[in-house]
C-alpha cells in the first residue's frame, strides 16, 4: 500500500559520534524530546520506548519501537511501532518506520530523520500534520540541547 513520508534534516557543528549518542541515551532522549521517561535497548531486536505525563500508570502519550537497525555513528532504524494515546486510538491502521541517517561533515555532521507509514487516506491527515510539526520540534529540541551541552 503506498504511504508518504517526512524527511527533515539538520546540519549540528558535533561530530557524529556524540550526535548518534544522543539518540541512545535514555537521559538524553529525556532532556531533547521532553519526555518523562525513555527505555533503550542498543542493540538490533532491541527496544526504544519513551513516554510523556506525570503519571506512569496512564501516561499521555508512549511511542515504543523495536530497533531494527544500529550502525554506529551512522544509523538508527525503528519499526514495529507501538503508539499510545491517553485520548485513544489512532483512527487508522499503520506500520511506521523511522530511520536517523547521520552524515559527517566539515565541522560537523548532518542528522536526517525519515519517518515513513502514514497513509495516504484523509483520515491520517491530522496525525501526518502534526508529525511534521513534532519533528521540526524535535530538532529544534535537539540543537538546544546540544547547545546547553557546550558550556
Given at each position: 500500500?503506498?504511504?508518504?513520508?517526512?524527511?527533515?534534516?539538520?546540519?549540528?557543528?558535533?561530530?557524529?559520534?556524540?550526535?548518534?549518542a544522543l539518540l541512545i541515551t535514555?537521559?538524553?532522549?529525556?532532556?531533547?524530546?521532553?519526555?518523562?521517561?525513555?527505555?533503550?535497548?542498543?542493540?538490533?531486536?532491541?527496544?526504544?520506548?519513551?513516554?510523556?505525563?506525570?503519571?506512569?500508570?496512564?501516561?499521555?502519550?508512549?511511542?515504543?519501537?523495536?530497533?531494527?537497525?544500529?550502525?554506529?555513528?551512522?544509523?538508527?532504524?525503528?519499526?514495529?511501532?507501538?503508539?499510545?494515546?491517553?485520548?485513544?486510538?489512532?483512527?487508522?491502521?499503520?506500520?511506521?518506520?523511522?530511520?536517523?541517517?547521520?552524515?559527517?561533515?566539515?565541522?560537523?555532521?548532518?542528522?536526517?530523520?525519515?519517518?515513513?507509514?502514514?497513509?495516504?487516506?484523509?483520515?491520517?491527515?491530522?496525525?501526518?500534520?502534526?508529525?511534521?510539526?513534532?519533528w521540526r520540534n524535535t530538532f529544534?529540541?535537539?540543537?538546544?540541547?546540544?547547545?546547553?551541552?557546550?558550556?
Amino acid at each position: 500500500m503506498p504511504t508518504r513520508k517526512h524527511v527533515h534534516q539538520i546540519d549540528l557543528g558535533h561530530p557524529p559520534e556524540r550526535v548518534f549518542a544522543l539518540l541512545i541515551t535514555p537521559s538524553a532522549i529525556r532532556g531533547w524530546w521532553s519526555a518523562a521517561r525513555a527505555i533503550v535497548v542498543p542493540e538490533v531486536g532491541g527496544l526504544w520506548v519513551a513516554a510523556w505525563g506525570p503519571s506512569e500508570v496512564d501516561p499521555d502519550y508512549v511511542v515504543a519501537y523495536t530497533i531494527t537497525g544500529l550502525d554506529p555513528p551512522r544509523r538508527l532504524a525503528l519499526a514495529h511501532t507501538a503508539y499510545h494515546a491517553r485520548s485513544g486510538r489512532l483512527p487508522f491502521e499503520a506500520e511506521f518506520t523511522t530511520e536517523f541517517v547521520i552524515e559527517p561533515r566539515p565541522g560537523g555532521c548532518a542528522l536526517r530523520v525519515t519517518q515513513d507509514g502514514f497513509p495516504l487516506d484523509a483520515v491520517a491527515d491530522a496525525f501526518y500534520t502534526g508529525c511534521e510539526t513534532g519533528w521540526r520540534n524535535t530538532f529544534d529540541g535537539i540543537r538546544k540541547f546540544l547547545e546547553g551541552r557546550e558550556s
